[in-house]
């Protein structure tokens, strides 16, 4: 009996929910400017989530509000490997692109088993100044279904 492809991937397919807390280091060259971080997987393209705009005051800018991401994971049905899933956070002054600051990316697969918060410094990328992002990921605990 024939069984479909699409059949045999649901198996390795891993859903889960992460909570995203962000906030911005060593931008006095912006002080005043409000910024906002969108949220892009790298195999869309496209952004899927955005957090609202935050002033940027004495060199830093926080976002209070967590960001919840929910993303799917494959895994390699033989060796149990999660496959990467590339997300980037892009720092803009609006919703295009070319108003940025820039952006930092992390692979998500790196934190599907993590038990605790993990907190990311991740230097933004292309900017004229050394901004950094720093980014807490926590894994919502019941999320995952296998």
């Not at 799917?72 to 600051?101: C, L, M, N, P, W």
């Not at 990316?105 to 790196?110: E, G, L, T």
């Not at 720093?134 to 019941?142: D, F, I, K, L, Y």
Request: hydrophobic letters at 35%; aromatic letters at 10%.
């Amino acid at each position: 009996m024939f069984k479909s492809a699409r059949w045999r991937s649901d198996k390795n397919k891993i859903k889960g929910v992460f909570k995203l807390q962000f906030h911005a280091t060593q931008l006095r060259q912006l002080e005043g400017d409000a910024l906002m971080i969108s949220v892009v997987p790298a195999d869309v393209g496209k952004p899927t989530s955005r957090l609202e705009k935050s002033k940027v005051q004495d060199g830093n800018c926080y976002w209070e509000k967590p960001l919840y991401e929910t993303i799917k994971f494959s895994q390699d049905q033989r060796t149990g490997k999660i496959h990467e899933k590339i997300y980037y956070f892009t720092v803009a002054k609006d919703s295009s692109r070319f108003g940025g600051v820039e952006e930092v990316s992390i692979d998500f697969a790196s934190y599907v088993e993590a038990t605790k918060i993990s907190s990311l410094s991740l230097p933004l990328k292309n900017a004229n100044f050394a901004a950094i992002l720093h980014v807490s990921v926590e894994r919502v605990q019941g999320s995952f279904d296998r």
